[in-house]
């Protein structure tokens, strides 16, 4: 788990981050707290890298404010959870713009903080798992049930969804490691996604959109026990 700590006052960015750290060591968590001392410095980093799963954020800061920086980032994310820390109660109604988990009172109370890690951390638990897809100097993160089937294009692999195409630097060995039970190789360049899966045939599988992804000769038999054990 990686949770960000952003707040310009360097004494309280060090003693959230500080519980963060005890909090995680309670509860035998691995977690990265990353401290930012702005909202544009966060920005910065975030653009080459969103692999973030909680934000605790300052609301009173520089030229960006809190506020500010949650609906830029709550515009393509809707599964990092958001905390506000702030010492001012001005805000709270534009939190429920961005679907803040919470607010914080400076000073923050310990308690009160671990109480609010425990509950991101279960809505974490509950959210859909997604694929970190980097093309093109962005990322994006993918819920496992829109892809439908990745493919190895050399040096690359084609990732395939029900809206959309991505081309990632990467094999498809290490994008499979990533991914869940549901993705299976059906033939040694391609896997395919069993939650789509319409009908098997003996070279190929259908999709339910009508999509045909290429198997392995033997492949139709294990695909079919796979399905079964699944669903």
């Known amino acids: 788990m990686r949770i960000a700590v952003i707040d310009d006052q360097p004494a309280d960015r060090d ?3 500080a519980l963060v750290s005890r909090w995680a060591k309670d509860r035998d968590t691995a977690v990265t707290a990353v401290p930012f001392p702005s909202a544009e410095a966060f920005l910065f980093d975030y653009s080459e890298d969103k692999n973030f799963d909680i934000l605790l954020l300052d ?16 515009a ?9 820390i702030t010492g001012f109660p001005d805000f709270i109604a534009e939190g ?8 914080l009172m400076k000073p923050v109370d310990r308690d009160k903080l671990f109480s609010v890690l425990d509950r991101a951390a279960a809505n974490l638990g509950k959210a859909e798992r997604r694929l970190r897809v980097t093309f093109e100097r962005r990322t994006d993160y993918v819920p496992f049930s829109k892809i439908l089937y990745l493919e190895a294009q050399k040096q690359y692999v084609r990732i395939v969804t029900e809206g959309e195409e991505y081309r990632m630097k990467a094999s498809l060995a ?6 869940d039970e549901f993705f299976f190789p059906c033939q040694r360049s391609f896997i395919v996604n069993l939650r789509h899966v319409a009908r098997i045939l003996p070279d190929r599988v259908v999709l339910k959109n009508g999509t045909e992804v290429p198997i392995s000769r033997g492949m139709a038999e294990k695909i079919g026990r796979e399905i079964i054990r699944l669903f």
């Open 15 to 17: 003693y959230i981050a």
């Open 59 to 74: 609301i009173e800061m520089g030229a960006i404010n809190g506020v500010e920086l949650a609906k830029t980032v709550r």
């Open 76 to 84: 393509e994310n809707d599964a990092v959870q958001m905390v506000f």
């Open 96 to 103: 429920y713009e961005v679907s803040a988990l919470h607010y």
């Open 174 to 179: 290490e994008t499979a490691a990533q991914l």
